[in-house]
Structures are given as structure tokens and as C-alpha cells.
């Protein structure tokens, strides 16, 4: 009787013990860039100041910045403080807390697709366009400068960060129809 209580108790704590990697947040020995890269993209994707993420078996990625930063490719490019993804081979499917600087606009970044790796291009579906990049631009992690203060621009996005500078830009616009300084169309 006591050996079979024994075995019963075991089987609880074996099976207790495997649930801890899903209950808990373990350090992850790979960095994030070198995730990136065996999954077919490339290590400079994501900037240097990555401070921790999570990657669930289904691929939901969670990526977490030492803050909100700004850095540059071809083109400027805002990470917020955590950036959300579906990794899978060569893409990163449904972005949020990234966006891209083009002609004066930030525009979110919805996806990002490697097709062809010989190719040497690689996708950012912005939404209203695609636009293809060389490859070359990503292959080091890039230092993100912190977002400060003084540098304020418009991101138009899903975030708060959208709501605060819309209702800045609405507020200076008002204090030009004011002043008479309406831009005519």
C-alpha cells in the first residue's frame, strides 16, 4: 500500500515538474538574434537593446526593449517598448509596436517576409504599400537610440502612443486656425 502511494505521489511531482517551463518565464540561453536567423530572417531585425522575450510553441512572439527607441535602416524606424509578433520560417506575421518612417508619415509595420533568401530582399508590409529592402541593411542588430522628449513625431498606429501625438498635432493645428495660419488647400 505505502509503495503504491509511493508511485502515485511520484507521478504528481513528475507531472508538476513538467509544467513549471509553461508556468514560469525561463531565461532564454539563445539570443533573440540568433532566433531570427534559424528561423530564416535576418539577426539585425530587431535592435541590440532587446532586453528579454517570450516564444510560445505556436509562435507568438513577445519581445521586450529596454524602452521605446529609434533607430535606422534605409529609413527611421521606432520600436515601442514591447513588440509583438507570429514567427514563423523567414516572417514575422501581424507586427505591433513597430513603425516605419516614410515620406514624413510613420506608418505601422504589419508584416515582414523573407520569400527568397538568395534573393537578397526581404518585405515590410506598411499597410497602404510593400516595400522591399536589402537584406544587407538588417545583418547586424542596430543600437536604438532611447525615445526622448525633445524628438516628437506622428505614428500612426494602434498604440497610445498614436492617440497622444494625433491630439498634439489637433491641438497645434487649432492654434494656427487661431492665429490665422491655416494651410490653404
Keep these: 500500500m505505502a509503495n503504491l502511494r509511493n ?7 513528475t507531472f508538476v515538474f513538467s509544467l513549471f517551463p509553461l508556468l514560469f518565464s525561463v531565461s532564454h ?5 540568433d532566433v531570427l536567423v534559424s528561423r530564416g530572417l535576418p539577426a539585425g531585425l530587431l535592435p541590440k537593446e532587446v532586453k528579454s522575450y517570450t516564444l510560445a510553441e ?30 514563423t520560417y523567414g516572417s514575422l506575421i501581424g507586427v505591433v509596436g513597430l513603425t516605419q518612417e516614410e515620406l514624413f508619415l510613420w506608418l505601422p509595420v504589419k508584416d515582414i517576409i523573407v520569400d527568397d ?52 498635432r489637433m491641438l497645434k493645428n487649432e492654434g494656427r486656425k ?8
Design 58 to 87: 505556436d509562435g507568438s512572439l513577445e519581445v521586450l526593449l529596454d524602452g521605446p527607441c529609434l533607430t535606422k535602416y534605409e529609413n527611421r524606424v521606432f520600436f515601442d517598448s514591447v513588440v509583438r509578433a507570429n514567427l
Design 7 to 13: 508511485k502515485k505521489s511520484s507521478s504528481v511531482y
Design 117 to 168: 533568401p538568395k534573393s537578397g530582399l526581404i518585405l515590410f508590409d506598411i499597410g497602404v504599400a510593400h516595400k522591399q529592402l536589402s537584406l544587407s541593411l538588417f545583418e547586424e542588430p542596430p543600437h536604438c537610440k532611447p525615445q526622448g522628449k525633445p524628438f516628437s513625431f506622428p505614428i500612426f498606429s494602434s498604440s497610445e502612443t498614436e492617440n497622444l501625438f494625433i491630439k498634439e
Design 178 to 185: 487661431e492665429k490665422g495660419l491655416e494651410a490653404v488647400r
Design 29 to 33: 540561453s539563445t539570443s533573440i538574434h
